[in-house]
C-alpha cells in the first residue's frame, strides 16, 4: 500500500517562507496531477496548487505570486514553495496524487503563520 508523507511545516512569521514536501512510500502508476490542498479550522478544505502530467500548474488566487508548486517525477515527490507567508495561511496541508486507478493522500502537516 503506497502511502504519501509531507514534511516540511511548521511555525513560521509572516513574510516568511516555508516549503512542504510530499513523498510517495512506493511507485504510483501513470500520475494524472499532483496537487496541495489545506483545511483551516472552520473552513472549507480549499486547493492550493496542482502541477498536472504535463507540467502544467494552477493556484488558488489567494496564493498566486506566493506559492509555487513542483514535482519530481522520478520520485513521485511533490514540493509547495510558500513564500511571503500571511496568517491566513495557517492551516493544514495536505497532498493529493491522482494515479491511474485512484487518488492517494497524506496525513497533512501543519503550517501555523504569525503576524
Known amino acids: 500500500q503506497v502511502q504519501l508523507v509531507e514534511s516540511g511545516g511548521g511555525l513560521v512569521q509572516a513574510e516568511r517562507s516555508l516549503r512542504l514536501s510530499c513523498a510517495a512510500s512506493?511507485?504510483?502508476?501513470?500520475?494524472?496531477?499532483m496537487k496541495w490542498y489545506r483545511r483551516a479550522p472552520g473552513k472549507e478544505r480549499e486547493l492550493v496548487a496542482t502541477?498536472?502530467?504535463?507540467?502544467?500548474?494552477d493556484y488558488a488566487d489567494s496564493v498566486k505570486g506566493r506559492f509555487t508548486i513542483s514535482r519530481d517525477s522520478a520520485k513521485d515527490t511533490v514540493s509547495l514553495q510558500m513564500n511571503s507567508l500571511k496568517p491566513e495561511d495557517t492551516a493544514r496541508y495536505y497532498c493529493?496524487?491522482?494515479?491511474?486507478?485512484?487518488?492517494?493522500w497524506g496525513q497533512g502537516t501543519q503550517v501555523t503563520v504569525s503576524s
Open positions: 493529493n496524487i491522482r494515479g491511474l486507478f485512484r487518488d492517494y
Open positions: 512506493g511507485s504510483i502508476f501513470s500520475i494524472r496531477s
Open positions: 502541477i498536472s502530467s504535463d507540467g502544467n500548474t
